[in-house]
């Protein structure tokens, strides 16, 4: 390949890299926005204080997780792209998707911190994190179909990232089969279970 088509193509994959980085970074830190609290004046007591901490309590756990998520969610970026040579304009398409999908995820992490467990806002919720987490995997298989990704691309690796990827907006979706049966806090206790399928999933189907 001669110097000047390599360097476009290192330097277009470098924009989409740093692009990506900047849209996690804002909404990451978006998420912390809504942690205030509310003026209390000047002579607050400690029991109206420790009273006002409590409130945030709901705001906190969803500012936790959707932190958690969105890091996951940089993570499996961060892992695609060390094998990822090449891009074209679906690749892209496909990458902006996600990132519009991440930037839109403070938006129902507010309502779920302001408003609780309602059970619209709980799949609100769910179904938007579930989104950015099946674009990804969608995106990664993309790649591998359109032969963008490394030579040396480990096979095993290929089909532990798309495995690891899909588990979390299975557990997501799938928790919303709860909802019928059980308080809207029981489904958001269950997403926790990301964490033990992420570590099974990686044993099962790791490399090392």
């Known amino acids: 390949m001669p110097a000047e088509a390599r360097d476009r193509r290192v330097f277009g994959l470098e924009r989409?890299?740093?692009?990506?980085?900047?849209?996690f970074a804002i909404a990451i830190t978006l998420l912390v926005i809504d942690l205030r609290l509310p003026d209390l004046g000047d002579h607050v007591s400690n029991q109206q204080l420790s009273a006002a901490?409590?409130?945030?309590?709901?705001?906190i756990f969803a500012y936790a997780l959707s932190f958690w998520v969105i890091g996951l969610y940089w993570?499996?970026?961060w892992r695609r792209?060390?094998?990822?040579?090449?891009?074209?304009?679906t690749l892209i398409a496909l990458n902006l998707?996600?990132?519009?999908l991440v930037a839109f995820m403070p938006f129902p992490t507010a309502l779920i911190g302001e408003f609780g467990d309602r059970p619209g806002i709980v799949v609100l919720y769910a179904g938007i994190l579930s989104a950015a987490g099946a674009v990804g995997p969608v995106t990664w298989l993309y790649a591998l179909r359109r032969g963008l990704v490394a030579r040396d691309l480990p096979e095993a690796y290929a089909?532990?990232?798309v495995i690891r990827a899909f588990s979390v907006p299975a557990i997501m979706l799938g928790s919303l089969l709860l909802l019928p049966v059980v308080s809207p806090q029981w489904v958001e206790s269950s997403w926790f279970l990301i964490v033990p399928v992420q570590?099974?999933?990686a044993r099962r189907y790791g490399t090392g």
Do not use: K, M, N
Request: no cysteine; aromatic share 14%.
């Open 81 to 89: 792209y060390q094998y990822i040579e090449r891009v074209d304009e």
């Open 199 to 201: 570590f099974i999933v």
């Open 16 to 23: 989409l890299v740093f692009f990506s980085d900047a849209v």
């Open 97 to 100: 998707l996600l990132l519009g």
């Open 75 to 77: 993570l499996a970026h």
């Open 159 to 161: 089909r532990l990232t």
């Open 53 to 59: 901490l409590g409130a945030l309590v709901p705001r």
